[in-house]
């Protein structure tokens, strides 16, 4: 197991400041706010992203964080970007395709907010839920509280608005619009499929990058997900991966000073862990201690071979072995 130790990038309007090649600085746009995405670790993540990569697939894009970092440094030819949740990959669509039109309407919708903000939000907020409209979704993603989106039993966008601040400008989010559109628009699919289905469609020359719903606050049903990703079909899934020698990382589980959070995935599947130092919890840092959030990479056995990473087996299977030689 490998231990990186990640300290968050500065984040400038939105945009992503990260690290290029040659010791420069990308600008990275972020149209989609989104609660859980892995913009801050990207560099880290993609520091093992195997080298003649035909095409990049995320299954559970949601923020496409990772693939508008992977893009922004031409690591593959092509990207899937694939999420359950289909007005996000309506909005997607949006974004890459029709900037102008999609910069117009969120525009108009921003400065059509008064002085009553919360009841204008919820105004928009019954639009989207009638029509699933993306220049709407595109607002109470901007708008709703820490960015996280919420949904009620009958799959309906419930989350509240954060009444401190109106969203991002329109000018800003333009920016960001145009960014995302130049960097996918001609060699991405946008699809909205079981993560199954996806992954299954992957050859030799693809690389996969999960980042499922985050097992460690996630049950089997859980208010920011449409559909939970139950443990043992993940597992199947990847030994699936494993048997057709697919290229793949996950983003699964972590720990945030002593706490930990999910299941592991299991020894047979032969993964290679690495741990990703997050840095300090927002949670924590209110109250005042020093716990560090710690996020767990798997790679495939085929990307850490391509990779030529030595096997590594976790702590706990180590701890195992001096107990055993302490015996004899």
């Not at 059509?112 to 109470?140: M, S, V």
């Not at 509280?145 to 009620?152: H, L, T």
């Not at 741990?275 to 560090?292: D, Y």
């Not at 990479?297 to 391509?306: G, I, N």
Request: hydrophobic share 35%; proline share 6%; net charge neutral.
């Amino acid at each position: 197991m490998q231990n990186v130790n990640l300290k968050p990038c500065p984040a400038h309007g939105g945009v992503l400041d990260a690290p290029d090649a040659n010791g420069g600085r990308l600008r990275i746009p972020h149209p989609i706010p989104y609660q859980g995405s892995k913009r801050n670790l990207a560099p880290a993540i993609l520091a093992y992203f195997p080298e003649n990569t035909d095409t990049l697939i995320e299954p559970f894009a949601g923020s496409a964080a990772l693939t508008l970092a992977a893009a922004a440094r031409g690591l593959a030819d092509r990207y899937v970007i694939n999420d359950l949740n289909k007005p996000l990959m309506d909005l997607w669509r949006a974004i890459i395709n029709l900037p102008e039109k999609l910069a117009r309407q969120y525009e108009a919708i921003w400065k059509a907010q008064h002085g009553d903000r919360r009841n204008y939000y919820d105004e928009i907020r019954d639009e989207f839920n009638a029509t699933g409209r993306p220049d709407c979704l595109l607002y109470l993603l901007a708008r709703c509280v820490k960015a996280s989106v919420r949904y009620n039993a009958k799959g309906e966008f419930n989350q509240s608005p954060d009444n401190r601040r109106m969203g991002a400008l329109p000018e800003t989010m333009r920016d960001h619009i145009f960014g995302a559109s130049y960097l996918l628009r001609g060699k991405t699919e946008c699809c909205s499929l079981d993560y199954t289905k996806v992954v299954a469609g992957a050859t030799a020359d693809d690389f996969i990058y999960m980042d499922p719903p985050y097992q460690g606050v996630c049950g089997e049903r859980d208010p920011r997900y449409l559909k939970a990703v139950l443990f043992d079909e993940f597992v199947e899934t990847l030994e699936m991966l494993n048997h057709r020698d697919i290229r793949y990382m996950v983003s699964y589980d972590g720990r945030t000073g002593d706490k930990v959070h999910g299941r592991k995935l299991p020894e047979n599947l032969r993964l290679h862990l690495i741990e990703l130092e997050a840095g300090r919890s927002s949670q924590a840092t209110l109250l005042g201690r020093a716990e560090v959030t710690v996020e767990s990479l798997y790679l495939s056995p085929t990307l850490a071979e391509c990779l030529r990473l030595p096997r590594r087996y976790r702590q706990r299977h180590v701890e195992q072995m001096v107990l055993l030689e302490a015996k004899r």
